[in-house]
């Protein structure tokens, strides 16, 4: 059967549902944010929230929202990414553009794969952010699995500093049972304990809440699921950092759109540009940051 691509609704949200076989995606125009991705009746790949709302202005729980032009909170960022803000209201986390509508420029299936190519011409629709900056997130589902690239081009003529995240969620049987492999011997912060800088010394395995920013990466990375008889493998391009997530049982209790017990089931490994890895864009500079996500049974 080949791919096709249809136009839905969500509650308040435009959407559309990319197919290719049997495997499914469904990305939001607001945020261009991938909300679900699925190969046949097996559990998703990619996780949305069982509680999640689809309104428009809040940004949507699990997918894989887009962190720009800065990941988490403002002030933890570098100072150059922290100077390109000069708006009168406190900086959103996770930057400006995961809760207004993008244009849909382009959308395309064949026999082989079915791509969407959203945009957020960054200067004229973020409040505090004033720099010339075309943002292009395209979005392909082929026989391989789910390709994102997000392209930000600097049409001004001065530098700008920036910092960003695919933020994806990935469905899992049990934290407690998964591994993520490619970490051992990487060095990392520690966000919950005062940020102190470590290395990781084997496949990183879950025993409460992490919140982990991974440095000088390799280009893949591999989600081990024992539970599910299946590996996620995260393959990258214009990164050398992730952010590991997963919010345990206490912090779970406090999220909006989270189920008490959703913790479980959900893990955050984001392909990002954060802290010594943040993007300096040069005038008329371009920069991509991609993954690709793909299953094998192990």
Not at 41 to 69: H, N
Not at 151 to 174: E, K, M, R
Not at 248 to 253: F, G, L, M, N, P
Request: glycine share 8%.
């Amino acid at each position: 059967m080949p791919a096709d691509i249809q136009r839905i609704e969500m509650d308040q949200l435009a959407c559309w549902r990319l197919r290719n076989g049997d495997a499914e995606v469904i990305v939001a125009e607001q945020g261009a944010q991938v909300l679900s991705y699925r190969q046949g009746e097996a559990t998703p790949i990619i996780w949305l929230s069982e509680e999640a709302a689809f309104e428009k202005g809040q940004a949507v729980r699990g997918g894989v929202p887009v962190c720009w032009p800065w990941f988490g909170d403002l002030a933890r960022n570098p100072q150059a990414v922290q100077e390109a803000y000069l708006g009168n209201q406190p900086a959103p986390a996770h930057g400006l553009v995961r809760s207004i509508d993008w244009v849909l420029q382009d959308s395309r299936s064949d026999a082989d794969s079915a791509s969407l190519e959203f945009c957020c011409n960054a200067d004229r629709t973020l409040p505090g952010w004033p720099h010339a900056v075309e943002l292009n997130l395209q979005i392909r589902l082929d026989r391989k699995g789910l390709h994102l690239s997000l392209t930000s081009h600097n049409q001004g003529d001065a530098p700008v500093a920036l910092s960003q995240a695919l933020h994806s969620y990935f469905a899992i049987s049990d934290i407690r049972q998964v591994a993520v492999e490619g970490l051992d011997g990487r060095p990392y912060i520690e966000t919950l304990d005062d940020w102190q800088q470590r290395l990781q010394q084997s496949d990183l395995r879950f025993s409460g809440e992490t919140d982990r920013i991974y440095l000088d990466l390799p280009a893949t990375l591999s989600l081990r699921d024992p539970g599910l008889n299946r590996r996620i493998t995260i393959e990258t391009r214009g990164s050398r950092s992730a952010v590991l997530w997963n919010p345990w049982i206490a912090k779970a209790q406090r999220l909006s759109q989270f189920a008490d017990d959703a913790w479980q089931r959900m893990l955050c490994i984001e392909t990002a540009n954060v802290l010594g890895d943040m993007v300096r864009l040069g005038a008329g500079a371009s920069h991509t940051l991609s993954v690709s996500i793909g299953v094998e049974a192990l």
